[in-house]
Structures are given as C-alpha cells and as structure tokens.
DNA sequence: AGTACCACCTGACGGC
DNA sequence: TGCCGTCAGGTGGTAC
C-alpha cells in the first residue's frame, strides 16, 4: 500500500543509496512496468551516468539524472526498493534492476506488476500530464480549503483523488478520518469550516506520524486506527468492533461510535 | 460532478 | 490434494 509516507520512505532509502553513483547496466525483466519509455531508450539515458536528485510528488518518486532527465518510479500496490550488493539474494519479482560501478545494485520490486517506471524530461510537466493535484503534505489550510470548495461526494473519496490532492490512498485516508472522528461516508459539502481544518491538521499529523515511524503500522501510537485495520480490529479508544464497507469500491474501515457524519 | 463497476495483476486464504 | 472464488488496492476507463 505504498501511500504518500510510504513513498517518502523510498525516497530516504533511495537517496541514501543510490545517489551519486555511476549507473553501469540497466536490465528490465518485465516490460510490462515501462510507461512511455523502451528498455532500450531506458538504459541509453542512464548508463554512464548518475541519479542527482529526487523529490516526490504524491505517490509518485521522481529521480533526476545527471543529465537533467528524471526517472520516474510508481508502486502500485506492492511495489519497493531493495539496494543490495550479492545478485545471489535470489530477490523475487524483480522487475528493473540498475547496476552501479561499485558492485551494487537497486531493484525495483513490484509483486503485482501495478507500479509503474517511466522517463521524462520534464518533471512538471509529467505532474501536469498525470492531472495529479499539489502534493498534499506540502499543501497549506488554504489551499486545501480552496480544494474542498464546490466537492460534494464523500470525503473518503475526496482525500483519495489524487486530482484533488496526491499522495492519500485507501489505508491513509481511514486513518486521517479516524483521528478526526468523521465518518467516511460523511458528504464533503456538509462538513462544517472547523471539521475541515481538523481534517486537514490531522493529515498532516498522520503523514508527520507515519514517516516517523519509518511508514511501519506496529511502530504507531496506540491510538492509531491503522494497526486495527482489519476484520477483527477494534477501535483504539472507544474499543468497540470497527466496522467495514465500501465506499467509492474501496474497503473503507471506521469506529462506527466515534466517527460521525454518514 | 459523482458513483458504480470493470480491468489490470499476483498470491494468500477459505470453502468444499 | 487441489480447484475455485474472493480479496487486497492504485490507477484508469466506461457507463449512467
């Protein structure tokens, strides 16, 4: 479920790994993931040369090269990095692999082949092009005001538009409507002004939790729904059985007591 | 504008 | 034992 902590992680691990080395072989096992980019064209651009750089955009991990390209990367649902140096590791479902000139190598691993690895030279054009909203830990009250106005579906459905805001996914946006106590199912046009600043302050606070806990579910604070976010789970505070639906095709989780507004 | 549903994709799991 | 349906969930497409 790589979400917007998650990918954030990535991007640590990646940038204490893999930047500023000299790229020597790109090998791509499974095609499937390239977007817009041939493992031909893929290897061209990077062989020789060094990643320089990374920022993320939502979900998305963007990787500038030296040579003012960025390589982007996209974890579906299973999608991971694993920086290693013995190829006799035996990863499973590698699915592009770089190889650096100091021996080492960082794998893109992506079980259910949803993730996604493209190029550009343009990084915010290809946020433009993916039509993805501003990066919603780097949004302040306003604008994230300024979004909600004129929605009217439900607000699990709204946090989890990556055209309105990138990076809030399934797992995530229960968690932030847990810690604000607002049902999922709660219509975003009829939240009042201070249910929508909680709702902003306490994604903040969940990204802010998550990444600090290295975007690890049994490292969060007791009263996180998270780490109960399953059939059996119970609520953390009110410790009644959590119930679960769909909402908008997704399983949404909540504490039918403590979270208000369906 | 919003929602419902489908497809992509693999592996785990429960039922029979 | 092994087959089958279902589910996981990010994205994207279509129909209503």
């Given at each position: ?89 035996e990863l499973e479902h590698v ?16 079980q ?151």
């Amino acid at each position: 479920m790589p979400e917007l902590p998650d990918v954030e992680i990535y991007k640590q691990y990646f940038d204490a790994t893999s930047l500023h080395k000299t790229i020597d072989r790109v090998r791509v096992n499974n095609a499937r993931v390239l977007r817009e980019v041939t493992a031909a064209e893929l290897s061209r651009s990077l062989k020789g040369h060094t990643f320089r750089s990374t920022r993320r955009h939502g979900k998305y991990l963007l990787i500038e090269v030296d040579s003012g390209s960025w390589l982007i990367l996209h974890f579906g649902m299973t999608g991971y990095l694993k920086y290693f140096k013995e190829m006799a590791d035996e990863l499973e479902h590698v699915r592009v692999l770089w190889s650096f000139t100091n021996g080492f190598h960082l794998a893109f691993v992506c079980q259910r082949m949803l993730g996604e690895v493209g190029l550009t030279e343009d990084a915010e054009g290809f946020i433009k092009a993916k039509n993805l909203g501003p990066d919603a830990a780097a949004l302040n009250l306003a604008d994230f005001k300024e979004i909600v106005r004129g929605k009217r579906g439900a607000i699990k459905s709204f946090l989890m538009n990556q055209k309105y805001l990138a990076g809030v996914g399934n797992v995530y946006s229960d968690e932030i409507l847990f810690q604000s106590g607002i049902h999922p199912q709660a219509k975003v046009n009829e939240l009042t002004e201070a249910q929508i600043k909680k709702v902003y302050q306490n994604m903040l606070k969940v990204f802010d939790v998550a990444v600090k806990s290295r975007a690890d579910p049994g490292q969060f604070p007791d009263d996180f729904l998270l780490p109960q976010r399953h059939k059996e789970g119970r609520c953390p505070r009110f410790h009644g059985p959590l119930e679960h639906r769909k909402v908008s095709g997704r399983t949404a989780y909540f504490c039918p007591h403590c979270q208000t507004g369906d």
